[in-house]
């Protein structure tokens, strides 16, 4: 097979059904172009203890599988510097010295878009990141000669979005989550991308990065979310929304993919369903454009 798509969580806690939902979507993407389905865990922010094989039990029991094995962001640090020192000999690369709180209160540079970073420290001089250095670690910045980039996704058509000089290595040290997915989606051959539509708007940096590091773009399918009844998206706090959670109201795994697939339009209510069974029912175009809204108190 050639290609792959993948999901990639992060082992923080564990997977609601919005997560095994996207999970399912990716799955069903890549089995239908004869793709390889890829698992990679982003475990370079925070980890809960035991929530990685928690995650993959899930996604199993889903019947789910994927292909190879699962690979672990943590292991992968000297990629990411290798791609860091790539960009650093072409003089793509800067030192930022600036707070959260200061990028938030400073003036936005002439005709940058709203939310981006102002190149506060883009032109500082060798003395003046000394004395700033002094008295606080720097993050590592791209230097982008482009203020958009615009991507294809296969829901969303044509999208442009902004490109700033982003965080590619925080000032802890830790790699930044727009270096390493591409660095990452590189390594593993990954040409298709599927995950939750909010997601969509940093996917111009990314693709533009990947364009910079000499990496195929990969094809994009940004998602609709899970949301609770209030419109916000899906949280522990809103009742049964883990595959644990439904299986302590009485409900299987199938039974829980049931529900999965009836919010796809793939299947009837009650339907017992399995995930090759919607391999032969999937059709791209027919999936829902809008959010699904997730009423525990309506489910049970």
């Given at each position: 097979?050639?290609?792959?798509?993948?999901?990639?969580?992060?082992?923080?806690?564990?997977?609601?059904?919005?997560?095994?939902?996207?999970?399912?979507?990716?799955?069903?993407?890549?089995?239908?172009?004869?793709?390889?389905?890829?698992?990679?865990?982003?475990?370079l922010d925070r980890v809960r203890e035991g929530s990685r094989q928690r995650q993959l039990d899930?996604?199993?029991?889903?019947?789910?599988?994927?292909?190879?094995?699962?690979?672990?962001?943590?292991?992968?640090?000297?990629?990411?510097?290798?791609?860091?020192?790539?960009?650093?000999?072409?003089?793509?690369?800067?030192?930022?010295?600036?707070?959260?709180?200061?990028?938030?209160?400073?003036?936005?540079?002439?005709?940058?878009?709203?939310?981006?970073?102002?190149?506060?420290?883009?032109?500082?001089?060798?003395?003046?990141?000394?004395?700033?250095?002094?008295?606080?670690?720097?993050?590592?910045?791209?230097?982008?000669?482009?203020?958009?980039?615009?991507?294809?996704?296969?829901?969303?058509?044509?999208?442009?979005?902004?490109?700033?000089?982003?965080?590619?290595?925080?000032?802890?040290?830790?790699?930044?989550?727009?270096?390493?997915?591409?660095?990452?989606?590189?390594?593993?051959?990954?040409?298709?991308?599927?995950?939750?539509?909010?997601?969509?708007?940093?996917?111009?940096?990314?693709?533009?990065?990947?364009?910079?590091?000499?990496?195929?773009?990969?094809?994009?399918?940004?998602?609709?979310?899970?949301?609770?009844?209030?419109?916000?998206?899906?949280?522990?706090?809103?009742?049964?929304?883990?595959?644990?959670?439904?299986?302590?109201?009485?409900?299987t795994p199938t039974q829980v993919l049931g529900v999965l697939a009836e919010s796809l339009r793939?299947?009837?209510?009650?339907?017992?369903?399995?995930?090759?069974?919607?391999?032969?029912?999937?059709?791209?175009?027919?999936?829902?454009?809008?959010?699904?809204?997730?009423?525990?108190?309506?489910?049970?």
């Open positions: 097979m050639d290609g792959a798509g993948r999901f990639a969580p992060s082992p923080s806690g564990d997977l609601h059904l919005g997560n095994l939902r996207t999970a399912l979507i990716a799955w069903l993407f890549a089995r239908a172009t004869d793709r390889r389905f890829l698992l990679r865990v982003e475990d899930d996604l199993a029991a889903l019947g789910l599988d994927w292909d190879g094995e699962v690979l672990d962001q943590s292991a992968r640090l000297e990629h990411y510097e290798k791609a860091i020192t790539q960009l650093r000999d072409a003089g793509r690369t800067y030192e930022c010295f600036c707070t959260r709180k200061e990028i938030l209160g400073a003036p936005s540079a002439p005709h940058a878009p709203d939310g981006a970073y102002p190149g506060t420290c883009r032109n500082l001089t060798p003395q003046q990141r000394r004395e700033k250095a002094a008295s606080r670690p720097a993050a590592l910045r791209l230097r982008s000669d482009t203020s958009s980039y615009t991507i294809t996704d296969l829901l969303h058509g044509t999208y442009t979005g902004t490109v700033d000089d982003f965080v590619l290595r925080r000032g802890d040290g830790t790699p930044a989550y727009n270096l390493a997915v591409v660095v990452d989606d590189g390594a593993q051959g990954i040409d298709q991308v599927v995950r939750g539509d909010d997601l969509l708007s940093s996917t111009p940096r990314q693709a533009y990065l990947a364009e910079l590091l000499g990496l195929p773009i990969p094809h994009y399918a940004h998602v609709p979310l899970a949301l609770n009844s209030e419109g916000k998206r899906l949280a522990k706090r809103d009742g049964a929304v883990t595959l644990a959670d439904q299986q302590a109201l009485g409900r793939m299947s009837r209510p009650g339907e017992i369903v399995s995930p090759r069974l919607l391999l032969e029912r999937f059709d791209p175009a027919a999936l829902p454009r809008e959010p699904w809204i997730f009423d525990d108190a309506a489910a049970r």
